[in-house]
């Protein structure tokens, strides 16, 4: 790192703040004593999308960015790989070169007996087309872009705690090599210290938990399963979902809320998975194992059944299976708040901000470091640390403005959908109805127009509206 003042005592561990108020540090911990000491303007913990979004626009902003990422570069995420419009402008409005990824002109909905093709609109703010990139090749891209720009980019070094002072401000945090190969910059326990500190870490938002802000458990979490396959189709245009999940025999058991999918991801593979929600979070939910109703869920078994009902075309066979059928939680609809307080931001999956209307949380991720960047470069150039402070808490109010009342829908939404009966009547009688597909699909996706649009703009404004925010 370029920015050494190792080794150093608790003393020096003070934030040199172009930003946030110089508050002193308490003492550190014993096991900090004598360790190296590194100071930057902002910590980021994380180099999934939400970690590299922040990191690219705070260096193109000029602010001195250390991302620590415990993985290297390259490695797998559980994922279904899809990025939406919404998530395609984010890449646009970061410059990435995408030219090479795999394109896709809309969605392909099967379920209820219906066949749809609702192709993605190009609206005022949205592109028309979608892309769909292996979260080992789109997380490696997004890292190094954010290098390119001026990222200090350290992989191999894993975030053990926060470093807070007596009144629990986070002004850095304990760091240290990962088991794997730890960057050289890196070697050995070393305090971070910065006067913003940004949890990009994911849906286990370690820095945040330790800092005492807790999942909300009265929102909604979902739970996703996803495994490769070689497959004859792996360059088909079309996202396909399928949206007959059955809890038991097809037919004749209940419909789970949810969807599954069939994403062409490009070089002869296709991404295929399922996911489903419970308007609450709960311990039946985090292992992978779901619940409804109280009864568990066996995803194995519902994928199994679930893939049974795809057309051969596929070529879903055990034989073309890539790796493993594996599993992880969504974090929904703002699960865990506020999303800045006393130095310490969350951005992505660490701030719950998976959407509950089609579980997908990369567009929100890249948005977050986005707005996150905004308001720390603002915070930069105030002068006093009430300014600074005012400026930090812009970012929650921009989350809010752009996702909350939306958010509110969708926990409206979840706790429709978790009714069988509910579900049955989406796909047996919704989705013959195509203009009311195409309003369904602007708001599940987020590609609904925030100003002006269309008539299902306005609509969906007006009820964004109508409902508090989340
Ligand atoms: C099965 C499944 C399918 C999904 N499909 C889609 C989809 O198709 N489209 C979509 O938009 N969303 C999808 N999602 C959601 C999406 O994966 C997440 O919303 C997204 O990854 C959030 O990005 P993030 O940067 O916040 O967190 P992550 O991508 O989880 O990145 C967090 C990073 O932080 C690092 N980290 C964690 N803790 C530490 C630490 N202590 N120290 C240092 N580094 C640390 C991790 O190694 C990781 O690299 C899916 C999720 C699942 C489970």
Known sequence: MARSTAP???????????????????????????????????????????????????AVLGLDVVVLERQELGRDKVCGDGLTPSAVRELVRMGVDTSSWQRNTGLRVVGGGHLLHVPW??????????????????DRDLAEHAAKAGARLLTGVSVTAPVTTRSGRVVGVEARPSARAAHPCLTS????????????????ARLATAAGRLRDSARPLGVAVRAYFRSPRADDAWMESRLELWDGPPGRSDLLPGYGWLWPVGDGLVNVGLGSVSSRSSSRLSSGAGSRAGA???????????????????????????????????????NRKPHYAEGLMLLGDAGGMVSPFNGEGIAQALMSGRLAA??????????????????????????????????????????????????????????????????????????????GGDAADHLIQTLTRMVPAA
């Open 121 to 138: 609109p190009e609206t005022p703010t949205l592109p028309s087309y979608g892309l769909a990139r292996r979260r080992a090749e789109l």
């Open 8 to 58: 150093a005592s608790a003393a020096t561990a003070a934030p040199d703040a172009p930003v946030a108020p110089p508050a002193p540090l308490a003492p550190l911990s014993t096991a900090s004593q004598g360790r190296r000491v590194e100071t930057a303007d902002v910590i980021v913990v994380g180099a999934g999308p939400a970690g590299a979004s922040a990191a690219y626009h705070l």
């Open 189 to 204: 326990p070393t305090t971070v210290t910065a006067p913003v500190v940004i949890d990009a870490g994911g849906v286990s």
């Open 374 to 451: 905004e308001s720390v470069a603002q915070a930069s150039a105030r002068s006093t640390a009430a300014g600074r402070e005012q400026a930090l808490a812009q970012y929650p109010l921009a989350l809010r403005a752009e996702l909350g009342g939306y958010y509110t829908l969708g926990r409206v939404f979840v706790s429709l959908i978790e009714h069988p009966e509910v579900m049955r009547l989406c796909t047996r009688h919704g989705l013959g109805r195509k203009h009311l597909m195409r309003l369904v699909t602007k708001l599940l996706s987020d590609g609904w127009e925030r100003r």
């Open 296 to 334: 568990r869920i066996d995803y194995k078994a519902v994928f199994g059944r679930w893939m049974a009902a795809v057309p051969p075309s596929w070529g879903l066979t055990p034989d073309n299976q890539v790796g493993r059928l594996a599993s992880a939680a969504l974090p929904m609809a703002f």
